[in-house]
């Protein structure tokens, strides 16, 4: 029951607001968890334990460093010695740490075990038999329970957070278990923060006009993106990536964008379900995408795609490393030599590791990842050298030609970096980079191949009127004007032409029913 | 205060940091910067400051840091 | 634009007509919502059915304008011409020919299928069929029965199959790349399959190792959105006084021991003859190395054609259906043997071995006369 499913949008989602409408304001979270639960049920019933013992070991964990936490601020108001004082901290703190160490081993254990273990015998197995052993490791297939990779990132941010004060642990567990398992967004994110969320889904929240309009025109939106562009291009795109060896070298390029403008339309489409899905509850849940494709650089395009992912590497992994004791201590040693970038340069290592292993396990993954390590890497540290060059010749960083460029390459670099991601293998990826500059030519165009990967004639209109809509209305918000505030000011005749249009658009112009697979989510599988 | 802009001057020269703003937002201070300003501050105030604290807020201007050492002073 | 952003907002519920309020707060708030929620759901519906009157295609007695390719094309069969129909996937339109069945027996039989047919499709092809046809023998190919993932994918697909019976928007809304003149209409390979009585024809070979495949064990049952549909297809067919036959085509990628004790289970439940192919290899003597187009999924033109006489001698043993050689509709019958023949002497013959796309392929009454429809096309198998 993915949120694009008809079943998810014409009758759990109105069944479950109907019904938590009807409970009392105070009660309205204990309906909200157990329609989480069923929603999590559909997928796979056994699964259900892992987030349930999920929920249970962050739940315990944080109460465990709460109560020292506690008892070390009792013993510190005893003392009136500073050092003393520092002393206590200190030793609570290497306990507390313990604690968590513990349950970051269990809760990222869960995610090994389900996602990478595979990955990792297969692996294991091939270096095994270059050493020509005899044995192999049994491979194990547990089935990937729904939204792993999401609400373990949700856990260990929540301890760790707790680990850092910035906020006491939860005592309520119905509040900690609906966080956690909030049916909109288990399945895609966004990753939100404890204190983000939290005390608005608990809370309960009265029928107002303005969430359900909200709501609705992002549900619109986000199904518009999925069903018409996102799941029409999806012949395409497995045509091109399921039969490398026989694109020509336009073609790969073309999969490449495609494939770019697929993810970005799924993806983004469906968090924009997601979003407008909460808000029908009174829920606002934090934005994952802005515009990302008006970016200048490969690490502004990370601030504004997934962008509760790249938060929590920046606040959990590239914060951790780079602030550490030992990482202040080398900045010491070699401020002004060549070495100074070292702890940059291993925090963003970790980080981008991190990226791609979450995407999954593969190769092709750890490539992606290390592909923009080098592009952001590099341009951190080529910053000094551009503005140098820069203020030599005299010429402004701001001028409209200079900012097209910058955005006209990071786009490239994306749909770069996208195809070695879409690759079903880390070779298949050199081997389709290699084609497509080397078998390149503009023949393609003419001897009608670009209509024999499972796009006719009328699907590719479809297809480029609808990035045109979503570009044109992302350029109008990019330019500062406020959207949802304009269709407002409308009068209401109309707003609903435009509701009842775009709805008129999906309905005609989706690629859904007999004649088209259903494509699953794309991030659920990540 | 001063001290702020003297080790601020230090980190990354060039700028005049007694009423600048937007210190982060305006990518002043990139990250390399930042880890050399943390572990300054760390140094000479003789205080923790925790990933939590590194938020753009604390940084974007001499005045923030100062108020950010201030409060890590009191409760250490 | 600019001044409307400078300026202070106004509350939205201000801009709105302030002549209705009055009247709305009558109701408290939850109820105005609901109003208004209410409304346009109403709109919402009138527009999906202004949306249905358009693009439902014509019957074929109204001269279609726009011919649904792949939508029933056994309406266009002269009524209570068919004998048997087989529904079923693309086992039913790739493994079973009815023109074999003509020149043999003289029976007439049609394939009502499309690729990945689910059971609710099936249930409308026979409710389709049943408009103007009275056959005696409904043959049910079980790959269908399986054709589920998930309980609630299959709730999915089956409400969106619901929803286009009620607002034919939703089965429809493709046609508008054939108002559009954007698309052939109808395909080549489609028109070729109308004329073979729903077969679709293929000489691929990609052979499929011959492993046994029937020797697992165990029972896999059918999920509730199939058993649902087949329990409408057992009644509505008991009601018209049709035999029912389950048949499960040989394939030893969609069969396995597991599926048959679960077909047979149902077969058991509804008192329906099931008639399994896979069980005995001998029984239709198909040869694995040369009679499946992709590795054992379907048959080629040469298994289809073992797999269908040996469905033919079942039927003569346990049916009486007519022999209709000879009759007043025989001449279209005679011509879909003749294609049939043209094409397969046609993949038999190394020389010719170019383009078959044309054989069998007459222009339909129904549509007005134009050569680009004849032109060559290339025609990619599936």
């Not at chain 1, 997928?43 to 109460?63: A, D, H, N």
């Not at chain 1, 044109?472 to 949802?484: P, Y």
């Not at chain 3, 992709?294 to 269908?308: E, S």
Request: proline share 5%; glycine share 6%; charged share 15%.
């Amino acid at each position: 029951m993915s949120y694009n499913a008809p079943l998810f949008l014409f009758v759990f989602l109105p069944l479950s607001w109907g019904v938590t409408r009807l409970i009392p304001r105070r009660g309205q979270w204990l309906s909200l968890l157990l329609f989480s639960w069923v929603y999590y049920l559909s997928f796979s019933p056994r699964m259900l334990l892992v987030l349930v013992f999920t929920i249970c070991c962050t739940y315990l964990s944080g109460l465990i460093l709460e109560r020292l936490f506690k008892r070390a601020d009792r013993l510190a108001r005893q003392t009136a010695d500073r050092q003393d004082r520092k002393a206590v901290k200190a030793r609570v703190k290497r306990q507390a740490r313990l604690v968590l160490a513990a349950a970051i081993v269990i809760i990222l254990g869960e995610l090994i075990l389900f996602k990478y273990l595979s990955f990792f015998t297969t692996n294991l197995n091939l270096l095994l038999s270059l050493v020509s052993a005899p044995k192999s490791l049994p491979l194990l297939k547990l089935g990937e329970p729904l939204g792993i990779s999401f609400f373990t990132l949700q856990s260990l941010s929540y301890l760790i957070d707790v680990f850092r004060r910035k906020y006491p642990a939860e005592r309520h567990w119905g509040r900690l278990a609906l966080w956690l398992s909030f049916f909109p967004q288990i399945m895609e994110g966004p990753i939100c923060r404890y204190d983000q969320t939290a005390a608005s889904l608990f809370a309960g929240h009265s029928l107002k006009l303005a969430d359900l309009t909200s709501g609705g025109q992002r549900i619109i939106w986000g199904l518009f993106k999925k069903v018409v562009i996102a799941d029409r291009l999806n012949p395409l795109v497995t045509a091109v990536f399921d039969h490398p060896q026989q694109q020509a070298g336009l073609t790969v390029l073309v999969g490449a964008f495609c494939y770019t403008m697929q993810l970005y339309a799924d993806f983004s489409g469906s968090i924009d379900i997601v979003i407008g899905s909460a808000r029908l509850f009174g829920i606002a849940l934090p934005e994952n995408f802005n515009r990302p494709f008006f970016s200048r650089s490969a690490s502004e395009f990370w601030r504004r795609w997934h962008i509760s992912l790249g938060a929590w590497l920046r606040d959990y992994v590239f914060y951790t490393i780079s602030f550490s004791h030992r990482m202040k201590q080398w900045d010491k040693k070699h401020r002004g030599d060549w070495l100074y970038f070292f702890p940059l340069a291993i925090a963003l290592a970790a980080v981008w590791l991190c990226n791609g292993l979450w995407h999954g396990a593969g190769w092709q993954y750890i490539f992606f990842g290390l592909y923009y390590y080098v592009l952001i890497l590099g341009g951190n540290l080529l910053e000094p050298v551009y503005r140098q060059i820069f203020t030599g010749l005299g010429w402004s960083r701001q001028s409209r030609g200079w900012q097209v460029f910058q955005i006209a390459r990071t786009f490239l670099l994306v749909i770069l970096g996208e195809l070695i991601f879409r690759s079903p293998s880390l070779g298949q990826a050199f081997g389709l980079i290699a084609r497509g500059f080397s078998r390149f030519s503009l023949t393609t165009l003419q001897d009608g191949s670009l209509l024999k990967l499972g796009l006719d004639k009328a699907d590719w209109i479809v297809v480029a009127l609808g990035l045109v809509l979503l570009f044109s209305v992302e350029s109008i918000q990019e330019a500062g004007l406020n959207f949802s505030l304009r269709l407002s000011q409308l009068p209401r005749a109309g707003r609903w032409a435009l509701y009842l249009g775009l709805i008129f658009v999906i309905v005609i112009a989706g690629a859904y029913g007999r004649n088209y697979g259903v494509v699953p989510l794309i991030y659920a599988g990540f | 205060m001063d001290e702020i802009i003297t080790i601020l001057t230090d980190v990354q020269p060039g700028e005049d940091y007694s009423h600048l703003e937007g210190l982060v937002d305006k990518r002043i201070l990139d990250s390399l910067s930042i880890i050399s300003l943390v572990s300054e501050l760390e140094d000479h105030f003789d205080i923790d400051i925790a990933p939590v604290d590194i938020v753009p807020a604390n940084f974007n201007s001499a005045a923030a840091i100062w108020q950010l050492v201030q409060k890590l002073q009191d409760d250490a | 634009m600019k001044r409307l952003i400078r300026h202070p907002i106004k509350h939205p519920t201000v801009l709105e007509n302030p002549g209705l309020l009055p009247a709305v707060t009558l109701f408290s708030r939850p109820v105005q919502v609901m109003l208004k929620i209410g409304v346009f759901a109403g709109l919402l519906l009138a527009l999906l059915l202004l949306l249905s009157w358009l693009l439902t295609p014509l019957q074929p007695g109204e001269r279609w304008s726009v011919h649904p390719e792949q939508d029933f094309p056994i309406k266009a069969e002269t009524p209570d011409s068919v004998d048997a129909v087989m529904l079923g996937d693309s086992l039913g339109y790739g493994d079973f020919v009815p023109a074999l069945l003509w020149n043999q027996y003289g029976y007439t039989t049609y394939v009502c299928s499309q690729s990945a047919q689910p059971l609710e499709e099936a249930w409308a092809q026979l409710q389709a069929t049943l408009e103007e046809q009275s056959p005696k023998l409904v043959m049910l190919e079980t790959d269908q029965f399986y054709r589920s993932s998930t309980l609630a994918s299959d709730i999915s697909r089956a409400l969106l199959f619901e929803a286009g019976q009620r607002l034919p928007i939703f089965r429809f809304h493709d046609q508008w790349k054939q108002l559009l003149g954007l698309k052939q209409t109808p395909a080549l390979k489609a028109l070729q399959q109308t004329q073979l009585k729903g077969y679709r024809f293929s000489k691929l070979t990609q052979g499929y190792n011959g492993t046994a495949y029937m020797n697992d064990s165990g029972t896999l049952k059918v999920q509730p959105v199939t058993a649902y549909y087949l329990n409408k297809i057992v009644s509505l067919c008991q009601e018209r006084g049709i035999n029912l036959l389950f048949i499960s085509m040989p394939s030893p990628k969609n069969y396995s021991m597991k599926r048959h004790n679960g077909i047979a289970l149902l077969a058991e439940h509804y008192s329906i003859p099931y008639l399994d192919l896979n069980l005995d290899a001998q029984q239709c003597g198909i040869d694995w190395a040369q009679d499946t187009r992709d590795k054992g999924d379907h048959l080629n033109y040469r298994g289809a054609q073992k797999a269908t006489l040996a469905i033919g001698s079942y039927l003569s043993e346990h049916y009486q259906l007519p022999d209709r050689r000879g009759s007043d509709i025989a001449a279209s019958w005679d011509e879909t043997w003749a294609a049939y023949q043209q094409l397969c002497q046609d993949a038999e013959n190394p020389d010719t071995g170019g383009d078959s796309s044309h054989i069998g392929v007459t222009e339909p009454a129904y549509l007005p006369a134009s050569p680009e429809l004849m032109a060559a096309q290339a025609t990619t198998e599936n």
